[in-house]
């Protein structure tokens, strides 16, 4: 079966690095998201990107983050100069089209720690 | 604004008992509702999903749940708990903001299964 994957699965990063999180969509997706959820707390909306550009970003979604699809296959979530409130585990979701009955899929996560 | 409210942040049962998770949600358009089960340190799983169609829907392991518009539910339920159904579950709401859809999760409840 067709799976997400992130990797790397727990990175821990000393605050003010920078730390790159890497997702390998399910190859026929269009529609790549990245979420966030913190400890204990609920699953956050970040970022929504399709056809090589941003389509939505929350307001957690500032200007130390940013998305890409450097090569086509890998999507990428990058956070300059992280912050301990960054500590959280992030999600990547694809889904293979448009409409909203479309499900996602998830990846695994990454469980990221700043310290 | 859409929103899912997921009432009862811990739920415990016994064993063999009925499960009850509930998820209420506020749309102004027809929505997509799904169920996400998130294992200890796991990823997001789809547990079930409605659409359109019959409005109860059955998933995986047991779950089913049953889409009721005039009370704005979208409770998930199990005759029988089993010890491997301990986990958090998500509810969500796919929706369309600003062009791009999304998910809406709510809050998750954290379901304790008692020997």
């Known amino acids: 079966e067709p799976e997400v994957t992130q990797t790397p699965s727990h990175q821990v990063t000393q605050m003010g690095q920078e730390v790159i999180l890497r997702c390998v969509p399910i190859?026929?997706?269009?529609?790549f998201y990245w979420y966030r959820q913190i400890l204990g707390q609920k699953v956050e909306f970040l970022v929504s990107?399709?056809?090589?550009?941003?389509?939505?970003k929350s307001e957690i979604f500032d200007d130390q983050f940013s998305v890409e699809r450097p090569d086509g296959s890998n999507f990428t979530l990058k956070i300059r100069s992280t912050k301990l409130e960054d500590s959280a585990m992030y999600f990547c979701?694809?889904?293979?089209?448009?409409?909203?009955?479309?499900?996602?899929?998830f990846g695994q996560g990454t469980r990221l720690t700043v310290v | 604004a859409q929103s899912v409210t997921q009432l009862g942040s811990h739920v415990s049962v016994s064993e063999g008992a009925l499960v009850l998770l509930r998820c209420n949600y506020s749309?102004?358009?027809?929505?997509?509702l799904f169920w996400y089960v998130q294992y200890p340190n796991q990823g997001l799983q789809l547990l079930l999903k409605?659409?359109?169609?019959?409005?109860l829907v059955k998933g995986i392991n047991g779950f089913e749940a049953e889409f009721k518009k005039s009370e704005t539910s979208f409770h998930l339920t199990k005759p029988s708990a089993h010890m491997s159904d301990a986990a958090e579950y998500f509810c969500?709401?796919?929706?369309?903001?600003?062009?791009?859809?999304?998910?809406?999760f709510g809050t998750g409840t954290r379901l304790k299964v008692l020997a």
């Open positions: 409605y659409t359109t169609g019959a409005t």
């Open positions: 749309s102004s358009v027809p929505p997509y």
């Open positions: 190859s026929n997706h269009l529609y």
């Open positions: 969500a709401v796919s929706l369309i903001t600003s062009g791009t859809y999304k998910y809406i």
């Open positions: 990107f399709y056809n090589n550009e941003i389509s939505e």
């Open positions: 979701a694809t889904r293979l089209g448009e409409g909203s009955s479309s499900e996602a899929f």
